[in-house]
């Protein structure tokens, strides 16, 4: 399976500011995808990222929040903008294998937003 | 209604003991499942996809029940490195969407 290195690993920032994190892949993949996890959750899906067009959004996400950028096949970032407290999350991105072989994580970034 | 729906737990069982997890999937054309593991503030892990037939790995047994849209996990003789939070994830049967249930926590108990 894929190899992900994702940072930063956790960060506390400010409410109103933004912050870029990062996901580079040992491979080159077709899409990138951008999860988050908010305490005692499950994990939500938040957008899509592909090389060369938009990212996909699901509903309750907009670009202008989260902007994504998918320069290559192997690096992604997604960026939380405008923070507040309700941002406190873990973000994560992700890879999909082969079938049967479902998703590969990064590590996760925890943000705490004060 | 959620896509996928787990008894969140916590379940607490002493070592040896044998557990099951039960989670419930909404789309009937569901095409591929898995269990994930998740331990504390890490990342969620890939444990084991579920066949149709159900499969097996060592301690670990899964199943799928299409015609109840049910999956299980079953762990037999529990270890203490077992304690986690257990996750289903159903992947849809159109696109990439991969939908996953809250999560089921496991501690074992010396």
């Known amino acids: 399976s894929a190899v992900i290195s994702q940072k930063p690993s956790r960060d506390i920032c400010q409410r109103g500011t933004s912050l870029t994190i990062q996901c580079q892949v040992d491979?080159?993949?077709?899409?990138m995808f951008w999860y988050r996890q908010q305490p005692g959750q499950s994990l939500t899906l938040i957008a899509t990222a592909n090389q060369g067009s938009e990212a996909t959004y699901e509903s309750g996400f907009v670009i202008d929040k989260f902007p994504i950028s998918r320069p290559n096949l192997t690096f992604s970032t997604l960026t939380v903008s405008n923070m507040s407290p309700e941002d406190s999350s873990i973000y994560l991105c992700s890879v999909e294998g082969a079938e049967f072989y479902g998703y590969t994580f990064g590590s996760g970034t925890r943000l705490t937003v004060v | 209604r959620k896509e996928v729906e787990q008894d969140p737990g916590p379940f607490n069982v002493p070592e040896g003991a044998t557990v099951a997890f039960n989670c419930t999937y909404s789309?009937?054309?569901?095409?591929?499942f898995f269990w994930y593991r998740q331990d504390c503030r890490k990342e969620p892990k890939l444990l084991m996809s579920v066949y149709s037939s159900g499969n097996e790995d060592g301690r670990f047994t899964a199943q799928l029940n299409r015609a109840s849209q049910y999956i299980s996990l079953l762990i037999r003789d529990s270890k203490l490195s077992d304690s986690a939070t257990y996750l289903c994830v159903v992947r849809a049967n159109t696109g990439n969407q991969f939908y996953f249930g809250t999560g089921t926590s496991l501690t074992v108990i010396p």
């Open positions: 789309n009937s054309a569901s095409q591929s």
């Open positions: 491979s080159q993949v077709t899409m």
